[in-house]
């Protein structure tokens, strides 16, 4: 027990001396004010906190109940213990429904008093160091939740700053991009009317060039999305003959050029879609089944529709994907440990699914893979007939099987 400071409300002087002697021969450390009246009492109770309060009830003028009355509503935290009358249960009782700390009858055996007192003291004092420690906590949390505020706030402006940086980025490496790009198909042009061998060096520059194009345009797509700017211009379409010319496109313009088993494209399939952000996912989804196969591996290109959607799909006999792993090739930046591109470049981000799902899911529609290690993988896509474009989709964990 820690230094404690009492109070003895009493009218009996023989009383007011004997009690503070008892406690100060027993209990270490206790200073004791006493008050021969309420009103005195009620005086000092208002000027410091006490750790125990002792009252008489029986007073003249104010009683102990009245005075207890008070004690609850200027310090409620204070334990009261108020002396009855032997036998008094009566008032006993009412001074526990008052809210006493405890009741000591007359004539006071001195142990038991001091005991009763010490338990009061005790509980006052750990009622006070809890009080503390909390108040200790709340400011150790408000101040936490100030470092986290201002940290959250940080974030957010290099997040902004970042995704400023990358629209920019992608933005001005675009626009050489493409010159170079015009400037490079004019010089084959020439040299291909110019009969000149130098044809063939050219087609490796042109493939880097379509390489880099692909990377600028996903971060360019990654910008837009994290900005929230990421929307589609659907419109009516004819998708069977879309998906051909972009075969088509995708085998010329590959090097060395990939079979691609078209067999499988059902005619007329008329379908509202983004032709630009459709055309992004397919040839991600070819650049990806030839990425990951062998050096001339057919591809398996269909496209079928019923009543509400058409579905594409697009196989390969490549390396395939561990069954563990597939939920994670949707998300940002994943690459598959270890897997090493077959064909073609290596360049990648770990990107084009994660837009592609995006895309796809702006569609209203989905995507879903099957994939066999060392067998291959299946990419399919599902969309509906009728543009159903989702602003902002959640991203959703993505079917696969
Ligand atoms: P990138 O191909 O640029 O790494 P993607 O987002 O297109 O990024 O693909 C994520 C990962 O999924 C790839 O790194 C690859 O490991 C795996 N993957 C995608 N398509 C295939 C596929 N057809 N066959 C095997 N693995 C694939």
């Not at 061998?197 to 994290?226: A, K, Q, Y």
């Amino acid at each position: 027990m820690t230094e404690a400071h009492i109070l003895i409300v009493d009218d009996d002087t023989a009383l007011l001396q004997a009690l503070p002697q008892a406690v100060s021969l027993r209990l270490k450390g206790v200073r004791v004010d006493i008050s021969d009246s309420a009103l005195a009492a009620l005086a000092m109770v208002q000027e410091r906190e006490y750790d125990a309060i002792v009252s008489d009830i029986k007073m003249p003028g104010m009683d102990g109940l009245a005075l207890l009355a008070h004690i609850r509503e200027f310090c409620p935290d204070t334990p009261t213990l108020l002396i009855t009358g032997h036998g008094d249960h009566g008032l006993a009782i009412q001074a526990l429904r008052g809210g006493a700390y405890d009741f000591i009858q007359k004539p006071i055996d001195r142990d038991y008093f001091v005991a009763a007192l010490r338990r009061a003291i005790q509980t006052h004092q750990l009622r006070r160091q809890v009080q503390e420690q909390q108040a200790a906590l709340e400011r150790h949390a408000q101040s936490l939740e100030r470092v986290v505020q201002e940290r959250t706030r940080e974030l957010v402006e290099a997040n902004a700053a970042k995704d400023e940086f990358l629209s920019m980025a992608s933005h001005e490496l675009r626009t050489p991009l493409s010159s170079l790009k015009g400037m490079t198909q004019l010089l084959h042009r020439r040299l291909i009317r110019a009969k000149s061998p130098e044809v063939s060096s050219l087609v490796s520059m042109e493939n880097s060039i379509r390489r880099m194009e692909v990377l600028v345009n996903d971060l360019l797509s990654i910008s837009f999305i994290e900005m929230g700017m990421f929307t589609l211009h659907c419109q009516l379409y004819d998708v069977s003959d879309l998906c051909r010319r972009l075969v088509d496109e995708y085998v010329a313009g590959t090097n060395p050029a990939p079979v691609v088993d078209v067999d499988g494209i059902e005619s007329g399939v008329m379908a509202e879609i983004d032709i630009e952000r459709f055309g992004q996912v397919v040839m991600n989804l070819l650049s990806n089944a030839r990425k990951y196969s062998k050096v001339g591996t057919p591809i398996f290109f269909s496209l079928r529709y019923d009543e509400e959607t058409f579905t594409l799909t697009i196989r390969d006999s490549g390396v395939g994907i561990d069954p563990e792993l597939l939920p994670h090739i949707f998300e940002r930046f994943y690459r598959v440990p270890g897997v090493e591109v077959q064909t073609g470049s290596s360049v990648g981000f770990g990107l084009g699914l994660y837009i592609s799902q995006q895309i796809v899911q702006r569609h209203g529609g989905r995507i879903h893979v099957e994939s066999q290690p060392g067998k291959g993988s299946t990419f399919g896509v599902t969309i509906p007939l009728v543009c159903q474009e989702i602003h902002h989709a959640q991203e959703e964990p993505s079917e696969t099987s």
